[in-house]
């Protein structure tokens, strides 16, 4: 059987086999240091909601065919772990962001002391250390 599943930027159609597989993979990804394949095809049974032994068929392509609701199974656990990636990586850059503007603001915090406790030279050829700090954060970004 052929699915229409693309994978990345080629246009090859995959069969629904290796596709089923290649999902079950997916699902259970990362595989932890020490964790047994057996363990991960257990944990890949569990999110699908399909029995251990089919589950090892289907992981190893040795199913005669595939049940359309195996298949929707699937990859509705594999819609559920895109999802809960794409949530985890919003959360990681949210908390980023929030970091930077903290760094930022210290960085800030600290030219308006040095500038403040440090003589600035009279001669205008030097900055304040504390200036050039604050200038450098307030460069734009490109």
Known sequence: MISEKHSGCE????????EASSLL?????????GESVKAL???????TGIEFGRVKR???SEAKAILASEMD???SAAARKACE???????????????????????LDLGAKLDRSL????????????ARAVREVQAPRM
């Open 58 to 60: 289907l992981w190893y």
């Open 11 to 18: 246009e090859k159609p995959v069969s629904v086999e290796v």
């Open 73 to 75: 199974a699937i990859r």
């Open 25 to 33: 993979r997916e699902i259970v990804a990362p595989q932890q240091p």
């Open 85 to 107: 990636a794409s949530s985890d990586l919003r959360s990681q850059h949210q908390d980023v962001a929030r970091r930077i503007a903290e760094l930022e603001k210290l960085v």
């Open 119 to 130: 003589p600035h030279v009279a001669s205008g050829q030097h900055d304040a250390p504390g």
């Open 41 to 47: 095809i257990g944990r890949a049974a569990r999110r």
